[in-house]
């Protein structure tokens, strides 16, 4: 079954959470939020949700996908919910998979932020830091975990996690596990897991690799689109502006003096570009952070948080660690290259123009890159507005006051251009002269100069 805008007016009754049978407490953290009225998938997903049903969402990212999983298990784990301190009466029973790190610590954030009011604990488990701290959490029992597949399996192989109460599994941005080639972890994963379960598949994009999955992993599940299939979001200003490969960097700047353009995320294909253009960025004196794959956890942290507290000003990622990137009111994103996979332009642009925000992206597409430009095209079935790189603006001519003469009028004195034969008037400039090539001081002395007057280098 397939529920979209356009057949589920039945689901979209609901114009607020409290119409959506929440409870008091989840309730009560959303107004600590300042959330009352649903999204498009949040007023679709969550009675699915709620209903038992297997699901397969499709939104764009900014839309609410996590709190439409997240609200729904949290309301129908409040049965289990106790403040007994017997790690056995905390047994793991959601579990949330996500393909990188940063995605996996936001979706753990707002659910700590959901779950505020409740006797429900959580944790979250991701690579590139130390175990120990991680193990200590598992120990102490968690109903809800959030974990990215690799790190899940190495704490699942020490036995520091047991998973055979799992009663609903969420597959986060799905198509971005498929692409990292988690299929064969997932696989494993999911034997771990009881059969009888409800799982949930959320994903920016759907094709038949998603579809694929979704036949292997979920039972008759019910599909959800709140926007058209594999489509860019719609309140994002799209600018292609074509620039010679050895002229983008000049251009990135070009481009965000003449918008001024304060913050923007900035996309590359490979962690070395990542990292060569970072650096000649910091060498023009911009304040800019770099994330990917091969920088420590806490790197990427740092990096992260001096962009979301205005210290950097430029934050340059790879497509891979910006998945789950969350930065309220981020106003441009810019591909300095443009992805070999479609798929990834969405996600990249996905980053701006979130929860009902405008945004801005900007491609500097250079004559080599006409090939992934048309995929692109392809793709979203629609055009991008191209425009030439905007003028700088001239700098403000300095008005020249003439001096008056006696009678009143201007004095104006003819332009007259300097002799380069004639002898400069005034103080000539003191140079410096090796010691070497002056004559002895006696000879100076008998010829009558003062030894003070004799050019000797100070």
Do not use: W
């Not at 994009?205 to 979704?214: K, N, P, Y």
């Not at 700088?392 to 001519?397: Q, R």
């Not at 332009?415 to 003191?430: K, L, Y």
């Amino acid at each position: 079954m397939e529920v979209d805008e356009n057949t589920a007016a039945a689901l979209e009754v609901a114009t607020t959470f409290a119409e959506l049978g929440l409870a008091p407490d989840i309730l009560r953290a959303l107004s600590d939020l300042g959330y009352s009225i649903p999204t498009p998938i949040q007023q679709q997903a969550i009675p699915l949700v709620l209903a038992g049903r297997d699901l397969m969402a499709q939104a764009q990212t900014g839309t609410g996908k996590t709190a439409a999983f997240a609200l729904p298990l949290l309301q129908k784990m409040l049965a289990h919910a106790n403040t007994s301190a017997s790690p056995a009466r905390h047994p793991v029973r959601a579990l949330v998979i996500t393909p990188t790190r940063e995605l996996a610590i936001q979706v753990h954030e707002s659910v700590v932020d959901y779950k505020k009011h409740l006797p429900l604990r959580s944790t979250v488990v991701f690579g590139g830091v130390n175990m120990k701290e991680q193990e200590a959490d598992l120990r102490r029992g968690v109903e809800i975990l959030v974990a990215t597949p690799g790190r899940l399996l190495d704490h699942a192989g020490n036995k520091m996690v047991q998973l055979s109460q799992v009663q609903f599994l969420v597959l986060d941005e799905a198509d971005r596990m498929l692409d990292m080639g988690f299929l064969p972890d997932l696989k494993r994963i999911l034997d771990l897991l009881p059969a009888q379960r409800q799982t949930l598949l959320f994903s920016a994009t759907f094709d038949d690799s998603i579809v694929g999955l979704a036949r292997s992993f979920l039972r008759n599940p019910l599909k959800v689109e709140v926007a058209r299939r594999n489509t860019a979001a719609e309140l994002v200003e799209q600018v292609v502006h074509r620039v010679e490969e050895e002229a983008k960097m000049d251009a990135l700047l070009r481009v965000l003096k003449a918008r001024e353009i304060n913050q923007a995320l900035v996309f590359t294909r490979t962690k070395i570009a990542a990292d060569k253009l970072g650096r000649r960025l910091q060498k023009r004196g911009v304040q800019t952070g770099i994330i990917h794959g091969d920088k420590a956890q806490l790197e990427r942290l740092a990096a992260l948080d001096g962009f979301k507290q205005g210290k950097v000003q430029l934050l340059v990622a790879t497509d891979i660690a910006a998945r789950g990137l969350d930065i309220v009111e981020l106003p441009c994103v810019v591909n300095f290259e443009l992805p070999y996979a479609p798929e990834d332009y969405v996600h990249r642009i996905g980053r701006t123009g979130r929860a009902g925000a405008s945004g801005l992206a900007i491609s500097l597409v250079s004559h080599e890159e006409e090939r992934l430009l048309a995929a692109i095209r392809k793709f979203l079935k629609r055009d991008l507005v191209e425009a030439p790189l905007p003028e700088t603006a001239p700098p403000h001519p300095v008005a020249v006051v003439a001096p008056v003469a006696a009678d009143g009028q201007p004095d104006i004195q003819p332009d007259i251009q300097p002799d380069a034969t004639q002898p400069r008037c005034g103080r000539p400039r003191r140079e410096p002269v090796c010691a070497l090539l002056l004559p002895p001081l006696d000879k100076v002395a008998a010829a009558g100069a003062p030894a003070a007057q004799a050019n000797l280098p100070a």
